[in-house]
T-cell receptor
């Protein structure tokens, strides 16, 4: 069964500090991996999308890495701000060989709290 | 309208009642999806539609039905609500499932409480 495991489950950091969130997956065949940010009471918003051939992608202070061999990804947040407090969800897309459509497998998310 | 709009934003519903959650997108995306999000379980796919006129079952389809009469609208219906359907429901759309972009954009969610 396809699975996406995220760690830590929750994290508290001081404003201005850096942090790294982890995502391990067993999805196969792999299509792409995304990181979403979900603010409380809002829908998820895409931060990065990486395909098999990409091993790093940045979006402002967010940098995602992907190691397709070990099936691991990380999301690094630099110089954290209070507005970074949110749930960060790792989502892996599996390519359906016959139809060409894809299936998404969601991680349960890491809840980040940035404290002043 | 810009993006995906869900309605209502929240609802308290008596068990046994019928309820339709509305979802409309103005991006002309082919694919649309309904997810439910529960504490500790993450987002789970209920139903999806790869293109207008077609629908499919996701991970947790029981008790729910959908229709896709046109590109823009993808309503989710609970025929007879039960308390276990208390959840936050998210509608999503993507431009092309063939490119693995499924679920790229999410609505703001509908918080449903069944009592």
């Amino acid at each position: 069964k396809n699975q996406v495991e995220q760690s830590p489950q929750s994290l508290i950091i001081l404003e201005g500090k850096n942090c790294t969130l982890q995502c391990n997956y067993t999805v196969s065949p792999f299509s792409n991996l995304r990181w979403y940010k979900q603010d409380t009471g809002r829908g998820p918003v895409s931060l990065t999308i990486m395909t098999f051939s990409e091993n790093t992608k940045s979006n402002g202070r967010y940098t995602a890495t992907l190691d397709a061999d070990t099936k691991q990804s990380s999301l690094h947040i630099t110089a954290s701000q209070l507005s970074d407090s949110a749930s960060y969800i790792c989502v892996v897309s599996e390519r359906e060989m016959n139809s060409g459509y894809s299936t998404l497998t969601f991680g349960k998310g890491t809840m980040l709290l940035v404290s002043p | 309208i810009a993006g995906i709009t869900q309605a209502p934003t929240s609802q308290i519903l008596a068990a046994g009642r019928r309820m339709t959650l509305r979802c409309t997108q103005d991006m002309r995306h082919n694919a649309m999806y309904w997810y439910r999000q529960d504490l500790g379980l993450g987002l789970r796919l209920i139903h999806y539609s790869n293109t207008a006129g077609t629908t499919g079952k996701g991970e947790v389809p029981d008790g729910y039905s959908v229709s896709r009469a046109n590109t823009d609208d993808f309503p989710l219906t609970l025929a007879s609500a039960v308390p276990s359907q208390t959840s936050v429901y998210f509608c999503a759309s993507s431009d092309s499932p063939e490119r693995g972009m499924r679920g790229a954009f999410f609505g703001q969610g509908t918080r449903l409480t069944v009592v």
